[in-house]
């Protein structure tokens, strides 16, 4: 539908957050989430909790398990300290990652 959902900053929301469609957080979120959309978590964006999506790209900071059936970017500007589990990876330098990472053939091919 083209629609985005946006946490803007200087929001905090507490609680699981399940959508269809993408979804771009600024401010913070402590909870879960699961999109079957794409995740922008802007500079100024922070998630504790897990997450579920299909594409996510990583700018601010996350702390906890991300699961991406598609394309993960970590941006040069991130912070992610958890466990990642992806089809494809992709990190700028500068980005910090602290924990695991695993790559999913079977993630790939429910992408496509």
Do not use: H, W, Y
Not at 15 to 25: A, F, P, S, V
Not at 76 to 83: A, C, D, N
Request: glycine residues 12%; charged residues 25%; proline residues 1%.
């Amino acid at each position: 539908s083209g629609a985005v959902n946006t946490i803007a900053t200087n929001t905090t929301v507490t609680g699981d957050i399940k959508t269809e469609t993408d979804l771009r957080i600024d401010g913070i979120l402590k909870g879960n989430l699961q999109t079957n959309g794409r995740l922008i978590i802007g500079k100024t964006g922070s998630i504790e909790g897990e997450i579920l999506c299909r594409t996510a790209e990583i700018e601010g900071k996350l702390n906890g398990k991300i699961s991406v059936s598609d394309l993960l970017t970590l941006k040069s500007t991130s912070v992610l300290t958890g466990e990642i589990t992806t089809g494809k990876l992709m990190i700028e330098p500068g980005a910090n990652f602290t924990g695991n990472c695993k790559m999913d053939e079977q993630l790939k091919a429910k992408s496509k």
